[in-house]
């Protein structure tokens, strides 16, 4: 039995969830701001119209309002820019950890918290490209 073995595979990465009551701090957030007015009319009809919906699961419709709340709440944007890009950086990290047998490694990243996320996709994201790997 390889050591491999005892420890299951490396989770796949999952999506921060677009609720309606983000949308909706993102409505208010904007409307206090003036941003609202500055959105073309089809992402005001998006950003209205999403606050309604009970969950928001189409994948285009995601990354329209994250495109979206990219205009209107730059700070939130990034923040869940930087937690999805530390999930696939830390997947990454415990697939090397598994390919060369470090499996205490491999368990001791799987218990990673939230801000452990945010912190390696925040360092990824300011990372130039030239230097990503």
Do not use: C, D
């Not at 959105?39 to 189409?58: G, T």
């Amino acid at each position: 039995m390889s050591p491999s073995s005892s420890v299951s595979e490396p989770p796949t990465p999952s999506q921060i969830q677009i609720t309606p009551s983000l949308v909706s701090a993102a409505y208010k957030r904007s409307l206090r701001y003036g941003a609202f007015w500055r959105l073309r009319p089809e992402e005001r009809a998006i950003l209205l119209l999403a606050r309604r919906l009970r969950a928001i699961k189409s994948p285009t419709l995601r990354e329209t309002i994250l495109r979206i709340l990219e205009k209107v709440w730059p700070s939130k944007a990034t923040m869940i820019k930087a937690y999805e890009e530390g999930l696939k950086l830390l997947v990454k990290k415990i697939q090397l950890a598994l390919s060369i047998g470090a499996t205490h490694i491999a368990e001791a990243l799987k218990k990673a918290g939230l801000e452990t996320f945010k912190t390696l996709g925040i360092q990824y994201i300011n990372t130039p490209l030239f230097y990503r790997g």
